[in-house]
T-cell receptor
Framework: NAGVMQNPRHLVRRRGQEARLRCSPMKGHSHVYWYRQLPEEGLKFMVYLQKENIIDESGMPKERFSAEFPKEGPSILRIQQVVRGDSAAYFCASSPFGQGIAKNIQYFGAGTRLSVL | AQTVTQSQPEMSVQEAETVTLSCTYDTSESDYYLFWYKQPPSRQMILVIR??????QNATENRFSVNFQKAAKSFSLKISDSQLGDAAMYFC????????????FGTGTRLQVTL
């Protein structure tokens, strides 16, 4: 069973460009979470999605950031008009929820490191 | 809002010795989950151990065990027989039960393992 797959591992963008980060959850998982990790800090929650629904976006910046988890395909975290302050590691996690004792465990991908020049 | 505090930015332990990493949290909920995650230099977040708040028994996973003190809102991680591969950042995390929801992380403790 493949783990949570994130790509790309590293992404370099110039200020003003768009960044698209992809996350494929573990097989059988229908819940996806995005977190951001600034240098020397812990992970901060951004958004929680189920297929075709945003459940909790309380950690998302109000502007330039959006997330989706379509019926088919990976979850996408999109950052428009990137600024240097967006440079961070972005982690995706997935969980099965409702499938017995494992339901509250989030399994993480290896992250995407975004560098904004 | 829930908060998680890790007061030890760095810790060091000799190989084969035991080390304890501290974590305290603040919540008004009575039922929740607590986690320790390990982040090696590869940046992959790896689940080390999980504790359910309604269980009084401390969780254990091989060389890793926790000391869960619910009244004190304390959740420390003990690593026995430390190995070089244990060197990493360790994050304590909290999650409300009920619905699968967001994890709240502490700021981490960097563990060095020396020969």
């Amino acid at each position: 069973n493949a783990g949570v797959m994130q790509n790309p591992r590293h992404l370099v963008r110039r200020r003003g460009q768009e960044a698209r980060l992809r996350c494929s959850p573990m097989k059988g998982h229908s819940h996806v979470y995005w977190y951001r990790q600034l240098p020397e800090e812990g992970l901060k929650f951004m958004v929680y999605l189920q297929k075709e629904n945003i459940i909790d976006e309380s950690g998302m910046p109000k502007e330039r950031f959006s997330a989706e988890f379509p019926k088919e395909g990976p979850s996408i975290l999109r950052i428009q008009q990137v600024v240097r302050g967006d440079s961070a590691a972005y982690f995706c996690a997935s969980s099965p929820f409702g499938q017995g004792i494992a339901k509250n465990i989030q399994y993480f991908g290896a992250g995407t490191r975004l560098s904004v020049l | 809002a829930q908060t998680v505090t890790q007061s030890q930015p760095e810790m060091s332990v000799q190989e084969a010795e035991t080390v304890t990493l501290s974590c305290t949290y603040d919540t008004s909920e009575s039922d929740y989950y607590l986690f320790w995650y390990k982040q090696p230099p590869s940046r992959q977040m790896i689940l080390v151990i999980r504790q359910e708040a309604y269980k009084q028994q401390n969780a254990t996973e091989n060389r890793f065990s926790v000391n869960f003190q619910k009244a004190a809102k304390s959740f420390s991680l003990k690593i026995s027989d430390s190995q070089l591969g244990d060197a990493a950042m360790y994050f304590c995390a909290y999650e409300d039960t009920g619905t699968a929801s967001k994890l709240t992380f502490g700021t981490g403790t960097r563990l060095q393992v020396t020969l």
